[in-house]
C-alpha cells in the first residue's frame, strides 16, 4: 500500500473518470488508486463501473478484488447481478469477490455458478472454490507476481505432469488453474512453452484468458508467437483476444509492439482499447522508469 495524500487521491479518481482524456492516462490513475487500496481510492474505482468501455470495467473489477477491501463488496455484487453489463465485466466481478475472501458472497457465488453465461458461471464455480478453501486454512493464493490467485498453485513440480492436467478438459478448472499457475511460478522456457499450449484448448475462453493473462504476468518472449496466433485469430472470445493482447504489451518485444500496432485498430472495440493500454504498457517496459502512474510500482 501506497501513501497519498487525499487531495492526491481525488486527482487520481478524477482522472479515471474524466471519459475525456486518454484510455491509457485513466488507465495509469487506476493503477496509482490500485495501489493505495484505501477506502477512498475504492469509492473512485466504483465509482467509474458506469464506464461505456468494457475493457475498463473489466479492468476496475479486477483492481478492486486485488486490493482486497471490503468496502468493495458491494458494487461488485452489484456489477456481478447487472445482466446488462458484458460478460468480462460480470467476470471479473465475480472474481474479485472470490479475491477479497469474504464468507458472506458465498452463497451469491454459488447462484452465480449456474449463470447462462460460461464466462460468469465457471468464474463464480472457482470463486466459489476459493472463499471455502482460504476460509478453511492459511491463504495460499498469493503469487510471486504480487497478484491475488483464483487458486493455489500446485504440489507437483513436474512440467509434463503439470501439462498433462494443464490441457485435461475431463479436469475440473479448479486443477486446471492450480497447474497453470505452478508452471508460471516455476517460469522456466518448458513450463513457459507448457503454459502456452493451454492457448489452444477449445472448451473455455475462461481459461484461455487466464492462460494470457499469466504469459503476461511471466513477460518471457518464447510465448510470443502463441499470444499472436489467439490475437490474430478473428473468430476467438474477444475476452482471449484483450488478454493477449495486454500480454504482449508486457512482453515489450519490438516484434511485440508491430502486432501491437497492427491491431491498434481492430473491429473489436476492445481488442483496440487493449493495444492502446498495451502500447503505452510496452513503453513503460522499454523506458526502464522506476515509477508508473506516478507511484513506485509493487
Not at 485513466?26 to 490500485?34: N, T
Not at 452463497?107 to 472463499?131: F, G, H, N, Q, W
Not at 499472436?228 to 504489451?249: D, I, T, W, Y
Request: hydrophobic share 40%; charged share 25%.
Amino acid at each position: 500500500m501506497h501513501e497519498l495524500t487525499r487531495e492526491q487521491v481525488d486527482n487520481f479518481g478524477k482522472d479515471l473518470n474524466d471519459t475525456s482524456l486518454p484510455l491509457k492516462a485513466r488507465f495509469r490513475a487506476l493503477f496509482a488508486l490500485r495501489n493505495v487500496a484505501d477506502d477512498r481510492s475504492v469509492a473512485w474505482i466504483g465509482k467509474c463501473l458506469g464506464d461505456e468501455s468494457a475493457l475498463l470495467k473489466h479492468e476496475l473489477a479486477y483492481c478492486l478484488g486485488q486490493m482486497q477491501n471490503k468496502s468493495a463488496i458491494p458494487i461488485l455484487v452489484q456489477t456481478l447481478e447487472d445482466v446488462k453489463q458484458e460478460p468480462m465485466v460480470r467476470h471479473e466481478a465475480g472474481e474479485a469477490l472470490g479475491a477479497i475472501g469474504d464468507i458472506s458472497v458465498l452463497d451469491l457465488l454459488k447462484k452465480y455458478s449456474s449463470d447462462p453465461l460460461p464466462e460468469v458461471a465457471e468464474t463464480c464455480i472457482l470463486a466459489v472454490a476459493r472463499l471455502e478453501y482460504v476460509n478453511g486454512c492459511d491463504d495460499g493464493t498469493k503469487s510471486p507476481y504480487d497478484s491475488v490467485d483464483p487458486t493455489p498453485s500446485h504440489e507437483s513440480k513436474n512440467v509434463d505432469e503439470l501439462r498433462t492436467v494443464l490441457v485435461d478438459d475431463k479436469q475440473t478448472l479448479w486443477d486446471r488453474y492450480r497447474a497453470m499457475f505452478t508452471l508460471r511460478n516455476m517460469n522456466t522456457d518448458e513450463s513457459i512453452a507448457a503454459l502456452a499450449s493451454g492457448l489452444f484448448c477449445e472448451d473455455s475462453a475462461l481459461f484461455r484468458h487466464e492462460i494470457a493473462y499469466v504469459l503476461g504476468q511471466v513477460q518471457s518472449p518464447v510465448a510470443t508467437e502463441q499470444l499472436k496466433a489467439r490475437l490474430f485469430l478473428q473468430s476467438e472470445n474477444c475476452m482471449v483476444r484483450h488478454e493477449c493482447a495486454e500480454a504482449l504489451g508486457a512482453i515489450a518485444s519490438d516484434e511485440c509492439v508491430k502486432i501491437l500496432e497492427q491491431y491498434a485498430k481492430d473491429e473489436e472495440r476492445v481488442v483496440r482499447e487493449s493495444c492502446e493500454v498495451a502500447l503505452d504498457m510496452a513503453d513503460y517496459e522499454n523506458s526502464g522508469a522506476f515509477q508508473y502512474a506516478g507511484v513506485a510500482q509493487q
